[in-house]
């Protein structure tokens, strides 16, 4: 699918996050879970979805047809990057003919000394038709993103870097409207969105398309808000 496509399809919606890593309670060894997750947010109207790992990738490609942004989450020594952090995850996406592919694209140090405008160049040379999502942090890294080539920018990392702003409970609707009025490719809102009204904040502040994630799809998360709320 050209990128053209895939941008056309996604824009304006909500795409939905379909990840359970080992220890949460919707992780399987077998898989299956995610896929069905995926098929709910299908036929509530989401309009893309968002996966970790390369098998839960593959069977949700096979269960829904919307545009996936795969992603795969592993720690490397001396890196504090973990989502797609290496060209092996990059290989491994590729694979699975997901339509995008994000990575952490902070300006954080990599042990393998290359910046992330290298590590970047490397994949567009050896996929020169990839569909790259950065995931960043602040707005200078949201820049940096665009001139080294992405083709969209999530603040997914905002607050989870130890110098981003974004910490308090609700999404960096500030970094929205920053990055919208900075660089010129889609914005994607993503991180603590926990309710609809958010969602909405989101794309009225020049938000491209928004992801949603725990409210939606990790009930541990939903049932512990509603505890808190009630104590």
Known sequence: MRKEDVLSKIKGGIIVSCQALEGEDLYR??????PLM????????AVGIRAQGTRDIIDIKKEVNLPVIGIIKKGYDGMEQYITATMKEVDELVKTGCEIIALDCTM???N?????????EQIKLKYPDIILMADISTLEEGINAQKAGVDLVGTTLS???SYSKGKNNGPDINLVKELTSSINIPIIAEGRIHYPEQAKEALNAGAYAVVVGGAITRPREIATRFVKAIK
């Open 29 to 34: 060894p077998e898989g299956g879970i995610m």
């Open 38 to 45: 995926a098929k709910a947010a299908l036929n509530a109207g």
């Open 108 to 110: 954080r140090p990599r």
């Open 112 to 120: 393998d000394g290359v910046s992330i405008n290298g590590f970047i």
């Open 159 to 161: 607050g989870y870097t």
